[in-house]
């Protein structure tokens, strides 16, 4: 899987791609994003992961609004517990995330508006 960042227009947008070998791809694969889309609001800020680790928790939903600090999640690194926080007040857009994965350095983790 490999990550770029595209520009369109003003906007930002990080997007995953998987390369599949040719004599795999059928209908089904083609109709089924295997993971999710990233669309942003017109002022959606991308959150990525600080760091590689676990992903421990994820404390919000699309939806719910934070203060800047909250605690949004937590990721493990190296038996340490790191709290990804909100940089500023905000409705969270889209969680990219769940308790349970694994996570690179700058992998999408959630966008706030």
Do not use: C, H
């Not at 059928?26 to 992903?55: F, H, K, R, W």
């Not at 919000?60 to 909250?70: H, L």
């Not at 940089?87 to 690179?104: A, L, N, R, S």
């Amino acid at each position: 899987m490999k990550t770029y960042r595209v520009a369109v227009g003003d906007k930002e947008y990080i997007v995953k791609v998987e390369e599949l070998a040719e004599d795999t791809v059928n209908q089904e694969t083609v109709a089924t994003p295997a993971s999710p889309v990233v669309t942003e609001a017109d002022d959606a800020e991308l959150i990525e992961a600080p760091l590689q680790g676990l992903v421990l928790s994820v404390n919000v939903n699309p939806g719910d609004a934070v203060k800047k600090g909250d605690t949004v999640l937590v990721i493990e690194a190296m038996k340490l517990e790191n709290e990804v926080v909100a940089p500023k007040d905000g409705v969270i857009q889209q969680v990219f995330v769940t308790q349970g994965q694994t996570v690179d350095a700058e992998d999408a983790l959630y966008s706030i508006a």
